[in-house]
């Protein structure tokens, strides 16, 4: 797990929220004045509750306690706190962090087998 707080000035993204498996993965890419792209991943979501767009990000541990009598034992909290948002608030037993210099739509090392656009049928019409 990786340590908390975690803080970032620079924008995040959902680019992965996968219900079935619980995977939610946000990421912020490589920019002229951000030369790595940042991976966060968190596994096993049973709570989700932030903006699909995060301007800077700061996650830290949380207790909500009407929140945790609902929830399996064993899950951490996490407060997600961003530049134009109000708290936000993730439920997950792990939070991993990983930075490399892959581009933004490239697969993520957090998720080696999860080919992200073989899911993605180019092809088809609407």
């Known amino acids: 797990m990786a340590d908390l707080p975690i803080h970032y000035d620079r924008q995040f993204s959902v680019h992965l929220y996968w219900v079935s498996h619980g995977l939610l993965l946000l ?5 002229a004045h ?3 792209r940042i991976d966060i991943l968190f596994c096993d979501v049973r709570l989700l509750g932030i903006p699909t767009f995060l301007d800077g990000l700061r996650i830290t541990h949380h207790v909500d306690q009407q929140v945790a009598m609902r929830l ?19 439920a997950s037993p792990t939070i991993t962090v990983h930075e490399d210099d892959l581009l933004y739509h ?7 087998d999860f080919d992200f656009w073989s899911l993605v049928d180019l092809d088809r019409t609407p």
Request: hydrophobic share 25%.
């Open 27 to 31: 990421r912020s890419g490589k920019r």
């Open 34 to 36: 951000d030369h790595k």
């Open 72 to 90: 399996d034992a064993g899950l951490c909290h996490f407060k997600i706190d961003t530049g134009d948002s109000e708290h936000s608030l993730i």
């Open 106 to 112: 490239e697969n993520s090392c957090l998720l080696p």
